[in-house]
C-alpha cells in the first residue's frame, strides 16, 4: 500500500523508553500533582494512574476535579531538558530521509516539548506539522477530538495515511477513521487485531516495505 503521509506520536514512539524522558516528566507530573492536591507520594501516584485510565492525561483529570492552569502544568511537567536525555540518532535521520511521505507529529503533550525532542534528536526537519493537546481543544488522545483535528490536516484520504503510537487504546480511534496503524512496543504489547507491531520506529521502513 502507499501512504502518503506517517503519523507518529512522540514520546516513547519515536524514542525508545530507556531515554528516561516520560520518566522525568511523570516525576514532574506528580511533584505538581502533589502541590495542588496536598496528597502524599503514594497517594499522588495512584491518582495519577487513576487519571491517566479514566481521562486519557493527567491533565484531564486535574482539570476535572481541581482549579489548576493548563499553560501552568504544561510548562512545568515539560521541563525536562530532553536534550540531556536524548543524542542526535543519525540512524533515525537517515531513515526519515529515505521514506518520501509527509510527515506529522501528533502528540498529546505540548507543541514546546514536541520542539525540544525533535531538536534533540536532530530530526526537526522532517516534520511540516506537530498537533499538540492545544489543537485538540485539551481532549486528548484517545478522545475523538483529537482524531478529527488530524483528519482536518491530511489533504487525502484517511486510508492514505499510516499511524503509529505505543498505546494501543490510542490506535483504534484512528482504526475506525480508516487509518492503517502501528503499534511501537519493546515489550510483548498486543497490537489491535489487524495491524501491525514494530519494536522500535527504526524498523519502520523495513514494515513498509512489506505492506
Do not use: C, W
Not at 514532574?28 to 479514566?54: C, F, K, P, W
Not at 536534550?83 to 529515505?98: C, H, Y
Amino acid at each position: 500500500m502507499l501512504f502518503e503521509t506517517i503519523v507518529l506520536d512522540l514520546d516513547e514512539t519515536i524514542y525508545p523508553s530507556s531515554a528516561g524522558v516520560m520518566t522525568a516528566v511523570k516525576e514532574r507530573i506528580n511533584d505538581y500533582m502533589r502541590q495542588v492536591t496536598g496528597l502524599s507520594d503514594d497517594e499522588v501516584e495512584a491518582l495519577r494512574q487513576h487519571y491517566l485510565h479514566q481521562y486519557g492525561t493527567s491533565l484531564r483529570g486535574l482539570q476535572a476535579n481541581y482549579q489548576v492552569d493548563v499553560e501552568d502544568f504544561m510548562a512545568y511537567v515539560h521541563d525536562v531538558q530532553a536534550d540531556k536525555l536524548l543524542q542526535p540518532d543519525p540512524e533515525l535521520d537517515a531513515m526519515l530521509s529515505r521514506l518520501p511521505q509527509r510527515k506529522i507529529i501528533f502528540t498529546n503533550g505540548s507543541a514546546d516539548h514536541a520542539e525540544s525532542v525533535l531538536r534533540a534528536l536532530g530530526i526537526r526537519h522532517h516534520f511540516d506539522t506537530i498537533l499538540d493537546v492545544h489543537d485538540f481543544d485539551l481532549e486528548p488522545k484517545p478522545a475523538d477530538q483529537a482524531y478529527d483535528a488530524l483528519l482536518r490536516h491530511l489533504s487525502h484520504p484517511p486510508q492514505q495515511a499510516l499511524y503509529l503510537d505505543d498505546r494501543p487504546e490510542n490506535l483504534l480511534p484512528a482504526m475506525r477513521r480508516g487509518l492503517s496503524v502501528v503499534l511501537v512496543a519493546e515489550n510483548g504489547a498486543t497490537p489491535p487485531a489487524g495491524s501491525a507491531r514494530i519494536r522500535t520506529v527504526l524498523e519502520l521502513e523495513k514494515l513498509l516495505a512489506e505492506l
